[in-house]
């Protein structure tokens, strides 16, 4: 065996073969180093007992007939076999019972089929005029679990070096144990092993599939929670609404398109760009889980939650061609960056989103190429986001319904406010009017974005004696919470004494406050 496995070990150890994540690599080392011959005994491995039957003479048969050798015959059972010898052998006992059968003691080991592999598979790994091992061999990937690198990963690389003079593969990528969230291997006898037919059917074949890579860090084991396929289910169902709201928007030649819609659409751009580039590198590291979680983010948030709002027209108002033609082809690069994870939807919906050919599927669509973007755009976009997001806090904390307008005064800073950006935070925010100031704007709710102050006059909209009473109300409390946790942390015998968590979390407690009543001593200055 020794011939065999040096050259497989000394590419191995040459990082020929890359394996993720590390910490397996000092493991396979060790499993190649000590490789030992294949024992094929039915004591000793699992596998199929060879089914072949020699054909030997009865005992009390003359010496020259018992010496003879009568060959074998091949068969599934010892009746089948039986009946091979004696078409085989006619004069050894018409009734078949002239003979005796005696069936070959080893075993095809189960672990010896990694070597069958290649074999079994092209019809032959020698051959010089196999054209699908000569395209298919030696391949990228090998996705298994740890617990077979010698049984398996190590022999089919050195089958390959043997057979082809080549490794079988580049990668092996090593997936972690399926366990419950009480970290237990999946087990019958513990009762803590779902069927897989049976989420599917509950949640959907692609929310059990999102499901299992959330809770699959790289090398990791996966701790399984029935949450975790309801999550990817309800993630399928996010997909599906957004196309429906896509698809429900009339569509008009007529109308030119909005300037919040052209940035909107040139922003999301530059971030899918940004998202493709973080992509690759995911998928060049084998971090699989870390993908999906870039995607279902992109999806969710920046496509769903902020696109889509951005672009969306007036109530019963039909939205311009060209910014849906742009909407749709988003989608479409969306759905094909998602497909690996989710199959079947994305390619339910990628036919459904514009018409497609015979024989189209996403299946064998080409995946996004990364392309140039702006980071500082991205950057800008940002702090539009947060601004939106601080306007949309005071419509909830002051009661102000969506969709009565709003006034708002930016005094700006050196960061914080990106002036090219103003339709969208106009059309996100449902505001009538926005001016500059240079002053801090007395009775009106405030927020800070970077070094800018937002302004939204409050005249009009709220009765300023009783916000400012339920203001001073919670910041005596505020005041109230942050004196008892300075006492626990004055007192040294708790500071000594406790775990060093306990003490971390009352020093967060600490923080939190000191903010929030800085804020609520901002907001009581504004309205007075």
């Known amino acids: 065996m020794d011939e065999l496995v040096k050259p497989a070990l000394d590419n191995v150890l040459n990082d020929t073969i890359q394996f993720h994540p590390a910490k397996f690599k000092n493991i396979y080392r060790h499993w190649m180093g000590n490789i030992k011959d294949w024992c094929i005994s039915r004591q000793l491995w699992w596998g199929h007992q060879i089914p072949v039957w020699y054909i030997e003479a009865p005992s009390d048969s003359p010496k020259g007939e018992r010496e003879k050798d009568y060959g074998f015959v091949v068969a599934e059972n010892e009746e089948e076999a039986r009946k091979l010898a004696v078409a085989k052998h006619p004069s050894l006992g018409g009734d078949g019972g002239g003979f005796s059968l005696h069936q070959?003691?080893?075993?095809?080991?189960?672990?010896?089929?990694?070597?069958?592999?290649?074999?079994?598979?092209?019809?032959?790994?020698?051959?010089?005029?196999?054209?699908?091992?000569?395209?298919?061999?030696?391949?990228?990937?090998?996705?298994?679990?740890?617990?077979?690198?010698?049984?398996?990963?190590?022999?089919?690389?050195?089958?390959?070096?043997?057979y082809r003079d080549e490794f079988p593969f580049k990668n092996v990528y090593f997936t972690g144990m399926v366990r419950d969230a009480q970290r237990r291997k999946m087990s019958k006898s513990l009762g803590n092993s779902p069927d897989p037919l049976d989420l599917i059917a509950k949640y959907g074949a692609d929310g059990v599939r999102v499901g299992m890579l959330l809770c699959s860090p790289a090398g990791g084991d996966l701790l399984f929670d029935e949450n975790l396929p309801q999550q990817g289910a309800g993630f399928a169902t996010k997909?599906?609404?957004?196309?429906?709201?896509?698809?429900?928007?009339?569509?008009?030649?007529?109308?030119?398109?909005?300037?919040?819609?052209?940035?909107?659409?040139?922003?999301?751009r530059n971030k899918l760009n940004q998202v493709i580039e973080?992509?690759?590198?995911?998928?060049?590291?084998?971090?699989?889980?870390?993908?999906?979680?870039?995607?279902?983010?992109?999806?969710?948030?920046?496509?769903?939650?902020?696109?889509?709002?951005?672009?969306?027209?007036?109530?019963?108002?039909?939205?311009?061609?060209?910014?849906?033609?742009?909407?749709?082809?988003?989608?479409?690069?969306?759905?094909?960056?998602?497909?690996?994870?989710?199959?079947?939807?994305?390619?339910?919906?990628?036919?459904?989103?514009?018409?497609?050919?015979?024989?189209?599927?996403?299946?064998?669509?080409?995946?996004?190429?990364?392309?140039?973007?702006?980071?500082?755009?991205?950057?800008?976009?940002?702090?539009?986001?947060?601004?939106?997001?601080?306007?949309?806090?005071?419509?909830?904390?002051?009661?102000?319904?969506?969709?009565?307008?709003?006034?708002?005064?930016?005094?700006?800073?050196?960061?914080?406010?990106?002036?090219?950006?103003?339709?969208?935070?106009?059309?996100?925010?449902?505001?009538?009017?926005?001016?500059?100031?240079?002053?801090?704007?007395k009775g009106a709710a405030s927020f800070r974005v970077k070094s800018t102050n937002f302004y939204v006059p409050m005249e009009g909209l709220i009765d300023v004696v009783e916000e400012l009473k339920k203001l001073e109300e919670e910041l005596k409390y505020t005041k109230g919470f942050l004196n008892s946790v300075m006492k626990k942390l004055g007192n040294e015998r708790f500071v000594n004494n406790a775990p060093e968590a306990v003490v971390a979390k009352e020093k967060t407690k600490q923080a939190d406050a000191e903010a929030k009543i800085k804020v609520l001593e901002e907001r009581i200055a504004g309205l007075k």
């Open 104 to 162: 070959d003691e080893d075993v095809l080991d189960t672990w010896f089929s990694s070597w069958l592999w290649p074999i079994s598979v092209f019809d032959g790994i020698r051959k010089p005029d196999n054209a699908d091992i000569n395209y298919y061999y030696p391949t990228s990937d090998l996705v298994t679990a740890p617990d077979i690198i010698f049984f398996w990963v190590a022999r089919m690389i050195i089958a390959g070096y043997e």
């Open 239 to 268: 997909i599906w609404n957004a196309f429906r709201l896509v698809k429900n928007w009339e569509v008009s030649t007529k109308i030119e398109q909005p300037e919040h819609s052209k940035l909107a659409i040139h922003w999301f």
């Open 278 to 441: 973080t992509l690759d590198g995911q998928f060049n590291q084998f971090r699989i889980s870390e993908a999906l979680m870039t995607i279902y983010t992109t999806v969710r948030d920046e496509f769903s939650g902020w696109l889509l709002e951005m672009v969306k027209p007036p109530y019963q108002q039909p939205i311009d061609a060209k910014t849906y033609a742009e909407v749709v082809e988003l989608f479409d690069q969306l759905l094909r960056l998602m497909h690996p994870f989710m199959p079947f939807i994305t390619e339910e919906i990628w036919q459904l989103l514009r018409e497609r050919k015979n024989g189209e599927s996403i299946m064998v669509s080409q995946l996004p190429a990364v392309e140039k973007y702006d980071a500082e755009l991205l950057a800008a976009f940002e702090n539009v986001k947060e601004a939106i997001s601080g306007i949309r806090n005071i419509r909830k904390e002051k009661n102000i319904p969506n969709k009565d307008t709003l006034e708002l005064k930016i005094q700006k800073g050196d960061k914080g406010y990106e002036a090219g950006f103003a339709p969208v935070l106009q059309k996100m925010a449902n505001l009538s009017a926005l001016e500059m100031v240079s002053e801090e704007v």
